[in-house]
Nanobody
């Protein structure tokens, strides 16, 4: 089992920045890929960025060039640096991990609100 705990969300003005963190614990040796998803009110949970076990990163078109995903294996932590934030980035952000048995794990989510 893997446990994921997100932190770093909050209220920020348009154009501002936030850094989200996701601390992993439990069977961390089994984690393969990690990712950030987000879900706006009334919307679906969409992929934001992925960091694979091979160090490959992928981003949703809507955040390309503004968000950066990184992974510190020594600290068992995944990060999402979000710059040039827009009101449409407002959502609950979730950390996700999958393991070698293809099980998916989710954190509890952290709210990000972009508003003046």
């Amino acid at each position: 089992q893997v446990q994921l705990v997100e932190s770093g969300g909050g209220l920020v003005q348009p154009g501002g920045s936030l850094r989200l963190s996701c601390a992993a614990s439990g069977s961390i040796w089994s984690i393969v890929d990690m990712a950030w998803y987000r879900q706006a009110p009334g919307g679906l949970r969409d992929m934001v960025a992925v960091f694979t076990t091979d160090g490959v990163t992928r981003y949703a078109d809507s955040v390309q060039g503004r968000f950066t995903i990184s992974r510190d294996n020594a600290k068992n932590t995944l990060y999402l640096q979000m710059n040039s934030l827009k009101p449409e980035d407002t959502a609950v952000y979730y950390c996700q991990a999958d393991d070698r048995d293809f099980r998916l794990y989710w954190g509890q989510g952290t709210q990000v609100t972009v508003s003046s």
